[in-house]
T-cell receptor
Framework: ETGVTQTPRHLVMGMTNKKSLKCEQH?????MYWYKQSAKKPLELMFV???????ENNSVPSRFSPECPNSSHLFLHLHTLQPEDSALYLC??????????????FGPGTRLTVL | AQKITQTQPGMFVQEKEAVTLDCTYD???????LFWYKQPSSGEMIFLIY??????QNATEGRYSLNFQKARKSANLVISASQLGDSAMYFC????????????FGTGTSLTVIP
């Protein structure tokens, strides 16, 4: 039980669909993250939210749109995806302090397949 | 340059034996943290162990220990008394204080425990 939940766990969508991934953390953390994990590649950081403000966007295509309505919830809105976007999408949270190296805790991931 | 290097794509170990998973890192930040995560086939990234750059002692958590050799910039994970449930992907990660919230992950090592 890591305290970070993600829904759905599996998602199959066509290239013209619009869908959203949801992440919720129950750990009282103030930072949340989206990662993409493709086969045989390191985890790719997509977005970082710190105190609900987006602090990083690592050149992610605009077909991925994050939303962080509060410090406990994080969404990833998907539209007009490409087959190469098929991957495991992992959400994580951590408590951020000035000058700290806090652990990130991950959710179970959403396995996305784009047809 | 790669921040985290894991040179063993796959490892095998006999049940009840110890195994060492290699990790080297690259940073010029004097303050950083090193992490190991386990990812079973279900996809969830499970935090195992943490080592701070200023920690004098090697970190230990149950059957997991981190062999921290700062001068060599290595942070190998040692799993003692391997169990069948240890079969999974293992990822080494680093967080630098100066770069804020970003974690850098290696490509992972697939561990298979043989009965």
């Amino acid at each position: 039980e890591t305290g970070v939940t993600q829904t759905p766990r599996h998602l199959v969508m066509g290239m013209t669909n619009k869908k959203s991934l949801k992440c919720e953390q129950h750990l009282g953390h103030n930072a949340m993250y989206w990662y993409k994990q493709s086969a045989k590649k390191p985890l790719e950081l997509m977005f970082v939210y710190n105190f609900k403000e987006q602090t990083e966007n690592n050149s992610v295509p605009s077909r991925f749109s994050p939303e962080c309505p509060n410090s406990s919830h994080l969404f990833l809105h998907l539209h007009t995806l490409q087959p190469e976007d098929s991957a495991l999408y992992l959400c994580a949270s951590s408590q951020v302090h000035q000058g700290s190296t806090d652990t990130q805790y991950f959710g179970p991931g959403t396995r996305l397949t784009v047809l | 340059a790669q921040k985290i290097t894991q040179t063993q794509p796959g490892m095998f170990v006999q049940e009840k034996e110890a195994v060492t998973l290699d990790c080297t890192y690259d940073t010029s930040d004097p303050s950083y943290g090193l992490f190991w995560y386990k990812q079973p086939s279900s996809g969830e990234m499970i935090f195992l162990i943490y080592q701070g750059s200023y920690d004098q002692q090697n970190a230990t958590e149950g059957r997991y220990s981190l062999n921290f050799q700062k001068a060599r910039k290595s942070a190998n994970l040692v799993i003692s008394a391997s169990q069948l449930g240890d079969s999974a992907m293992y990822f080494c990660a680093m967080r630098e204080v100066l770069t804020g919230n970003q974690f850098y992950f290696g490509t992972g090592t697939s561990l298979t425990v043989i009965p």
